[in-house]
């Protein structure tokens, strides 16, 4: 066992080429004992867990090469390098390579090998390897990289105790010697700049990666003449017949051709597991018709089949609401603040952080296993070339499928995108997808103000309107995201590369890993903010408390209790509720900036109750219903039937001071547009907050979303008007 050391905490990297098992094998390493945080400065994540007492591994963002061109594969570079000031250097370097993709797996443990670090090669997925009729000598490998190389199935933990052992070993070991030399013009060219400019290794990455975030770290660094010195040793190079990079890719290459020769040996085989189901599953019509039915299937799975069970989670905190309530009875503090704070805001605030759980688990769940069978890269392939029309790839398809249920885990499964201008715009876009929260506005709205009619003889009026709002948001998204990464995430275009892994069988083990550590990041990170955000959004809504209020409806009360009995008392005494709930809430900060905010909604045909629902739904979107109903005094509750059909009859009776009624057809429509393009979501507004590691980010999602809901409700109120009028 390696004792503690004295100073710091030894640390072992982590790196490997994506779809490797290297997350896999972390978690199997590693086990529960497990943090996560963000790079300090950057939106990247890292995972640290413990191996040992002293000893800790942090988990590398996958990378096909240190030639680094995303703020991803940097920070795995600048780790590696100590380049990191807020980063000890690891002491060891372990490199998951791919036994069924030795050849390619490879080009990045010779460049880790460079780095100075002790190096270990775990020789991942040798079973499928094995399967696909390859066979490595990892004795032989060793020999011929001069690391210790050691096989491993993480899946299953095969390896892993072995793993550990080395890495123990290893730690006070040299660094591996090259077992190859630089070309002496471009071994002459690193040594020229490494006596101008500091850098060491990264001055050779910028040297070889022309264009890439090596050099364009240095170069913040050293200023212009770094810049200049490049470009120098690089004309230089292309007079010789060298392009450094190309260079780089024979030496490397070459060299790892050469030594499997001894390593491997291959034995023939028929078409693959792999290659008979891809011949199905990517088929240009067979293809997409199964993805169509497995991406219905998990739409159908986390937008109805957790509905029972955040039905349940509401019912839960409606009774706990209700035992708190009947805890307060009696009591000089019934009715009071502390009452409420309890009832209304720290259980609200906890029940909406747990009621998002039910869709994440399950998107996790099936987002888990979908990652680990091989089926989400194919499901990223046969999007592609839709997305690209609006400026995504084939990534943010499921991110923004899952959107349709809630965007909170939408946001979340964007993690999958590598890219991080990709990733960005995808999250940015993704609040533009009509979620369950704004079922309970169109619903309502389409009931109270659109007529039961048919379109072309069959079509329900009613029917095309709910999805004509489904279908806008997706509209609207394709500018955005165009406009997005056009003018505010432009760059060079990254292309779309992806790996295609073989078919495995899911794991238990690791897909259930994958659904806590969602589950986890969300109630830890996001549900934190929601929490806050919850228990403001009550404090608005309750204070001030004016005397004068309850003055009043304490006299009713007591004069229904002296002229009414029995059912008759009962429903006064409900009534009176009622009416002095919305009372004090039209008296509150949020009722006051209700009156406030009536000339910006004006033009919308709105009046100060309907923009003082709007204010109040910030937290979730299905608030409006609850707040329009205790405007209206008819009480807070959620329900359908006769609570529902007295707020659309309100709403349709309601005027102006000059008679005018309010909620016309094109008042109703401006509101759903307004839903329907709006970023009213605390929770969503959280979690972006949570994977852009910036307010910067959920603030500009929140400004230009509201700007383009009230554009488009201002133009559906006024050409609705004007129609109307002829």
Not at 274 to 300: E, K, N, P, S, W
Not at 360 to 368: H, M, N, S, T
Request: hydrophobic share 50%.
């Amino acid at each position: 066992m390696i004792a503690p050391a004295k100073d710091r905490v030894r640390r072992v990297a982590v790196i490997g080429n994506p779809n490797t098992g290297k997350t896999t094998l972390f978690n199997a390493l590693t086990g529960l004992s497990q943090r996560v945080a963000n790079y300090p400065g950057v939106t990247v994540e890292r995972k640290i867990g413990r191996l040992a007492p002293g000893l800790e591994a942090v988990d590398l963002p996958g990378t096909y090469s240190l030639s680094a061109h995303s703020p991803d594969e940097m920070v795995a570079v600048r780790v590696l390098l100590g380049d990191l000031a807020s980063e000890a250097r690891p002491d060891l370097a372990v490199v998951v390579a791919d036994a069924a993709n030795l050849h390619r797996n490879l080009y990045l443990v010779t460049q880790v090998m460079e780095v100075g670090l002790p190096v270990i090669v775990a020789l991942n997925r040798v079973d499928a390897a094995a399967a696909a009729g390859v066979r490595i000598d990892a004795a032989a490998l060793a020999r011929a990289l001069g690391v210790p190389v050691v096989p491993t199935v993480a899946t299953r933990g095969a390896g892993v105790p072995e793993l550990r052992a080395e890495i123990e070993r290893q730690l006070c070991a040299p660094a591996p010697p090259l077992p190859w030399r630089w070309p002496e013009q471009l071994a002459g060219e690193f040594s020229a700049l490494a006596q101008r400019f500091r850098g060491g290794l990264l001055l050779q990455r910028a040297l070889l990666d022309e264009g890439g975030l090596a050099e364009e770290t240095l170069a913040a660094r050293e200023g212009p003449a770094l810049r200049a010195a490049l470009a120098e040793s690089r004309a230089r190079l292309h007079a010789a017949g060298d392009h450094p990079e190309a260079l780089e890719t024979r030496l490397r290459y070459g060299w790892i051709s050469t030594a499997l020769e001894s390593c491997v040996q291959r034995r023939p085989t028929g078409p693959s597991l792999t290659d008979r189901l891809d011949a199905v599953l990517t088929h240009r019509v067979f293809g997409l018709l199964i993805f169509a039915v497995i991406m219905t299937a998990i739409f159908l799975a986390v937008f109805v089949g957790a509905t029972p069970f955040t039905d349940a989670i509401r019912n839960l905190c409606g009774w706990l609401g209700e035992q708190l309530t009947a805890a307060f009875a009696g009591t000089p503090l019934a009715g009071g603040a502390l009452e409420s704070l309890l009832v209304h805001g720290v259980l609200a605030g906890v029940g909406g952080v747990l009621v998002f759980l039910p869709q994440i688990f399950f998107l996790f769940l099936f987002l888990a296993v979908l990652e680990d069978c091989g089926y989400l890269a194919r499901a990223a392939f046969l999007m592609d070339r839709a997305l690209r029309f609006c400026g995504l790839s084939g990534h943010s398809f499921i991110p923004l499928m899952s959107c349709f249920a809630c965007a909170v885990p939408g946001v979340l499964a964007a993690r999958t995108i590598a890219d991080p201008r990709d990733r960005l715009a995808t999250i940015l876009v993704a609040p533009l997808m009509s979620c369950s929260a704004r079922i309970p506005v169109y619903t309502l709205v389409i009931a109270a103000f659109i007529p039961p009619l048919t379109v072309c003889g069959f079509l329900p009026l009613q029917g095309v309107v709910f999805t004509g709002l489904y279908l806008l948001g997706i509209l609207i998204a394709i500018p955005v995201a165009l406009l997005l990464k056009r003018f505010m995430l432009c760059g060079a275009d990254p292309g779309f590369v992806l790996e295609l892994p073989i078919y495995t069988r899911p794991t238990p083990r690791n897909v259930a890993w994958r659904v806590w550590e969602g589950v986890r990041a969300f109630v830890l990170r996001a549900g934190s903010v929601i929490f806050v955000i919850s228990i403001l959004i009550w404090a608005l809504s309750y204070f001030p408390r004016p005397a004068a209020v309850g003055a009043e409806y304490d006299g009713l009360r007591a004069r229904a209790r002296q002229e009414l009995h029995g059912p008759a008392l009962d429903e006064r005494l409900a009534q009176l509720d009622r009416h002095e709930a919305g009372a004090y809430l039209r008296q509150s900060f949020f009722g006051r900036a209700g009156h406030l905010v009536e000339p910006l909604v004006r033009p919308l045909g709105w009046d100060w109750r309907i923009g003082m629902a709007a204010l109040a739904s910030f937290p979730a979107r299905e608030v409006v219903v609850s707040t329009l109903q205790i405007v209206y005094d008819l009480g807070d509750e959620e329900g359908e039937g006769a609570d529902r059909g007295a707020l659309i009859g309100e709403m349709r009776a309601a005027t102006w001071p000059d008679g005018r009624r309010i909620f016309t057809l094109p008042v109703a429509l401006s509101l759903v547009v307004f839903f329907a393009l709006c970023c009213q979501c605390g929770a969503t507004l959280a979690v972006i907050r949570r994977e852009t590691n910036s307010w910067r980010w959920p603030a500009f999602a929140f400004a230009y979303l509201t700007a383009l809901a009230y554009a488009g409700a201002l133009l559906t109120y006024q050409i609705g008007t004007a129609i109307s009028a002829h």
